[in-house]
């Protein structure tokens, strides 16, 4: 049977490799060990050249290597996580969604950013929001939970926690700087380059239309990676 890997698997193999190499450098003094999980992470660094090769802006092998091993630390601060993200599905009286168009790529998505150190996660959320729309918000509740590289919608490893928003106050005006443009907009009217709709738009019109949902997150893959060691 023949079997190809896509753009997305690659990546999400390759920051996995670099992870586990990243953590383990971190936690042993044994240079024997610390050379093979370099040779790893060089591994990984040809993998993710091949996933973004053609891309805008990819970078060869040499220069992902020399990323991840910036980020190298002892011990615990140098285990291997992903970024943490926040998401607002901000909703106004009609039942419409916040959506904005993003500077750096062009492509719609609801309003989002890194998790600050200093702030709690839903105050992240309506900084970001006034920050980029002009829109002040309160936050609901926690409505999902997504892994970036699992989606396919980013290059490095992250979680996005997205929350449910209302809007209060303020006036619409995309920020000049990180977005293109910004709207309102019902179920059937988003733009046909909004990035994942697919995964999360049926489940955020769904609780702005006052449905009782649980918290959304990505479906378990088994097994995780092909070819798993059988018992994992």
């Not at 060990?33 to 060869?60: F, Q």
């Amino acid at each position: 049977m023949s079997m190809s890997a896509s753009e997305k698997d690659l990546r999400r193999w390759a920051e996995a490799l670099a992870g586990v190499a990243r953590t383990g450098i971190a936690f042993t003094d044994n240079q024997f060990e610390r050379e093979r999980y370099e040779e790893i992470m060089l591994i990984a660094g040809d993998i993710k050249a091949v996933a973004d090769e053609g891309r805008d802006g990819g970078l060869d092998a040499s220069s992902h290597v020399v990323e991840w091993m910036t980020e190298l630390k002892p011990g615990v601060a140098g285990y291997a996580t992903p970024k943490v993200a926040v998401g607002a599905a901000v909703m106004n009286d009609q039942g419409k969604l916040l959506l904005i168009q993003r500077a750096d790529s062009g492509v719609w998505l609801y309003p989002t950013g890194w998790s600050d150190i200093g702030y709690s996660a839903p105050e992240v959320v309506v900084k970001e929001v006034r920050e980029e729309t002009g829109i002040e918000v309160e936050v609901v509740r926690l409505i999902g939970v997504l892994d970036g590289l699992q989606l396919g919608v980013s290059r490095i490893p992250l979680y996005s926690l997205v929350f449910l928003c209302r809007a209060v106050g303020g006036e619409l005006k995309p920020h000049e700087l990180e977005c293109l443009d910004a709207g309102w907009f019902a179920r059937d009217e988003l733009p046909s380059d909004t990035l994942g709709s697919e995964r999360w738009a049926p489940e955020i019109f769904a609780v702005i239309d006052g449905e009782q949902r649980d918290v959304f997150y990505d479906d378990l893959r088994r097994p995780v990676w092909r070819g798993a060691i059988d018992g994992d």
